[in-house]
């Protein structure tokens, strides 16, 4: 059982366009919703992260809009270059437990130049 | 640099062979992960150690049996595999108590013939 639901599995954007991933989950428990960016050859980087009692959070080009009713989150990355081209990975993580981050299956994300 | 370090970075074995792998962090964190990341699946949480003892085996198979002598280092000891053990293996630490972010190593890349 998939807990984390990510979508799309692959993102072709053009160089100053949007780039949108977007998750989706069902464990109501989660409280804690990292991002992370893995480039090839290395491990996964956290990126950005929001917590359910804030909509929106915004960190230079890259934003996480969260909608607690829906269970669904989305990482939008604003004029997007080349050098973001990577794999995003959406991830949650139940209340009380520093241990579980439960993550998504990663987007692979191409911005041409 | 994460502050992460495994060794090594890629390794071929065969079914009958025995191989560790070896994850140090220079970080000052309590908490240490092992996962697998496998082509077109969410990262998989293996084992977790906090304060170095076992607190999370998720249902691994035997053939993986962990360690971790100290608060910075952990080993995977490998035995007797399969060639669907073929992934790549990441390692993560945190500071327990302290914020939810793992910090990622650059993984050891494992191809079993």
């Known amino acids: 059982q998939q807990q984390v639901k990510q979508s799309p599995q692959s993102l072709i954007v053009q160089k100053g366009g949007i780039s949108i991933i977007n998750c989706a989950y069902e464990?109501?428990?989660?409280?804690?919703f990292p991002w992370y960016q893995q480039f090839p050859g290395k491990g996964p980087a956290l990126l950005i992260a929001?917590?359910?009692?804030?909509s929106e959070k915004k960190e230079g080009r890259f934003t996480i809009s969260f909608n607690k009713s829906a269970k669904q989150f989305s990482l939008h990355i604003m004029d997007s270059q080349p050098g973001d081209s990577a794999t995003y990975f959406c991830?949650?993580?139940?209340?009380?437990?520093?241990?579980?981050?439960?993550f998504g299956k990663g987007t692979l994300l191409t911005v041409n130049p | 640099e994460t502050g992460v370090t495994q060794t090594p970075r890629h390794l071929v074995m065969g079914m009958t062979n025995k191989k560790s792998l070896k994850c140090e962090q220079h970080?000052?964190?309590?908490?240490m992960y092992w996962y697998k990341q496998s082509a077109k699946k969410p990262l998989e949480l293996m084992f977790v150690y906090s304060l170095e003892e076992r607190v999370e085996n998720n249902s691994v198979p035997s053939r993986f049996s962990p360690e971790c002598p100290n608060s910075s280092h952990l080993f995977l000891h490998l035995h007797t595999l399969q060639p669907e053990d073929s992934a790549l293996y990441l390692c993560?630490?945190?500071?327990?108590?302290?914020?939810?972010?793992?910090?990622f190593g650059p993984g050891t890349r494992l191809l079993v013939l």
């Open positions: 991830a949650a993580r139940s209340g009380g437990s520093n241990y579980k981050l439960t």
């Open positions: 970080l000052g964190h309590n908490a």
């Open positions: 464990n109501t428990a989660f409280d804690y």
């Open positions: 929001i917590r359910p009692d804030v």
């Open positions: 993560a630490s945190s500071q327990e108590g302290h914020g939810e972010t793992q910090y």
